[in-house]
Nanobody, 119 residues
Framework: QVQLQESGPGLVKPSQTLSLTCTVSGDSITTANYCWSWIRQPPGKGLEWMGVLTHDGSTYHSPSLKSRASISRDTSKNQFSLQLSSLTPEDTAVYYC???????????WGQGTQVTVSS
């Protein structure tokens, strides 16, 4: 069974860059047709798709975040990461990594990690 786990700081200061890592077990992030996404949920709000990494290393981002968000991978560690720059308190949210198969629905999620942006 595929498992995902987010890791990173729980508290980040405004204007800094957030770096989160998703560690995947049970399958390879390079498996054909698998997609690996970052999704967040601010307090009291719905889920917001942030970006996706495909099996061949291509990345796509929400237009509202494309200037601030970056997704990378480390295939040797079976990990992919999110970097979100120029943080503001509005970036406070629970951040999730998730897997999908092609354009189909997410079938596996990490448990989520709380990130608070505050001085």
């Amino acid at each position: 069974q595929v498992q995902l786990q987010e890791s990173g700081p729980g508290l980040v200061k405004p204007s800094q860059t957030l770096s989160l890592t998703c560690t995947v077990s049970g399958d390879s992030i390079t498996t054909a047709n698998y997609c690996w996404s970052w999704i967040r949920q601010p307090p009291g709000k719905g889920l917001e798709w942030m970006g996706v990494l495909t099996h061949d290393g291509s990345t796509y981002h929400s237009p509202s975040l494309k200037s601030r968000a970056s997704i990378s991978r480390d295939t040797s560690k079976n990990q992919f990461s999110l970097q979100l720059s120029s943080l503001t308190p509005e970036d406070t949210a629970v951040y999730y990594c998730a897997k999908s198969r092609g354009s189909w629905s997410y079938d596996f999620w990490g448990q989520g990690t709380q990130v608070t942006v505050s001085s």
